[in-house]
Nanobody
């Protein structure tokens, strides 16, 4: 059974950094695409960053005030742990952050919405104070 367990969230001041981790288990993830999403109170779940395990290709959200340039998605190289390094955090980054996995082929556009993802972690709270 696939399990995704996030950790690393917490309270940080604006301008600070956090590194989130997602421990993946239950099957081989080499053929999967993984993603980090976040959901703030009263808002829809939104894509933050994604990665294809086999190729290592990464992609980031491209909405206004994007996380690109501040956040970095990576793995530990063993296809066991997914990371999200978050720098220069802003109060608007406050949200519950989720790790997700999909084992079907998805395009980069498809990977930017929640619906294709088959497995989700329980989420970890990130709170950025001003």
């Amino acid at each position: 059974q696939v399990q995704l367990v996030e950790s690393g969230g917490g309270l940080v001041q604006a301008g600070g950094s956090l590194r989130l981790s997602c421990a993946a288990s239950g099957r081989t993830f080499s053929g999967s695409s993984m993603g980090w999403f976040r959901q703030a109170p009263g808002k829809e779940r939104e894509f933050v960053a994604g990665l294809r395990w086999r190729s290592g290709v990464t992609y980031y959200a491209d909405y206004t005030d994007s996380v690109k340039g501040r956040f970095t998605i990576s793995t530990d190289g063993t296809m066991v742990t997914l990371y999200l390094q978050m720098n220069i955090l802003k109060p608007e980054d406050t949200a519950v952050y989720y790790c997700a996995a999909v084992f079907a082929p998805v395009s980069s556009d498809q990977a930017r919405v929640p619906s294709p993802y088959q497995y989700w972690g329980q989420g970890t709270q990130v709170t950025v104070s001003s």
